[in-house]
Nanobody, 115 residues
């Protein structure tokens, strides 16, 4: 079993930055893929960025050059650094862990970009 806990969301002005964290606990099987997803009101959940245990990343076109995923293996934590935030980035952000055809989700953290 894997548990995920996100944090770091909040209210930020356009052009601002936030860093989200996702702490992973439990039995971490390999190979795995971790990802950040987001869901805006009235819209489907979408992939923001994913990273494999081999550090291969895949970014959505809408966030390339603004968002960066990285991790601290010693802390079992994956981060999402979000810069130059735009109002359209407003959403609930979820962390996802996938291994052996199983998916685990965190509870989500709200990001609101507004002046």
């Amino acid at each position: 079993q894997v548990q995920l806990a996100e944090s770091g969301g909040g209210l930020v002005q356009p052009g601002g930055s936030l860093r989200l964290s996702c702490v992973v606990s439990g039995i971490i099987l390999r190979p795995y893929v971790m990802g950040w997803y987001r869901q805006a009101p009235g819209k489907q959940r979408e992939l923001v960025v994913s990273i494999t245990n081999g550090d291969t990343t895949d970014y959505a076109d809408s966030v390339k050059g603004r968002f960066t995923i990285f991790r601290d293996n010693a802390k079992n934590t994956v981060y999402l650094q979000m810069n130059n935030l735009k109002p359209e980035d407003t959403a609930v952000y979820y962390c996802k862990f996938s291994a052996l055809s199983r998916n685990y989700w965190g509870q989500g953290t709200q990001v609101t970009v507004s002046s």
